[in-house]
């Protein structure tokens, strides 16, 4: 099993970014896997930003609701996370998760988002 992100970079404060997420080895289980993005800021401890939990609910942080979005695209085996109005406290390497049905955990390497003037 391979997650692996892409779409992070340098943004301006109140700029967008989407990240996306491809997964391999998942064709059997990802349809019904609950899938994530989490973030760890420099000095900080990782942290949850958004999920979709089997089947089909979505929850977000407080600090990011009304400006991120998850999606999942089953048939495809990816998610995305579409970033809005970036702030500065949104600066830190974002992380693909995915949880199956028994509760195996996969991670993927991660990838950086920076907001800066």
């Known amino acids: 099993v391979q997650l692996v992100e892409s779409g992070g970079g340098l943004v301006q404060p109140g700029g967008s970014l989407t990240l996306s997420c491809e997964t391999s080895g998942t064709s059997i289980f990802f349809s019904v896997s609950d899938v994530a993005w989490y973030r760890q800021a420099p000095g900080k401890q990782r942290e949850l930003v958004a999920r979709i939990l089997y089947p089909g609910t979505a929850q977000y942080a407080d600090s990011v609701t009304g400006r991120f979005t998850i999606t999942r695209v089953n048939a495809q085996r990816s998610l995305s996370l579409q970033m809005n109005n970036l702030q500065a406290e949104d600066t830190a390497v974002y992380y693909c998760?995915?949880?199956?049905?028994?509760?195996?955990?996969?991670w993927g390497w991660g990838t950086q988002v920076t907001v800066s003037s």
């Open positions: 998760n995915l949880e199956t049905p028994n509760k195996s955990i996969y």
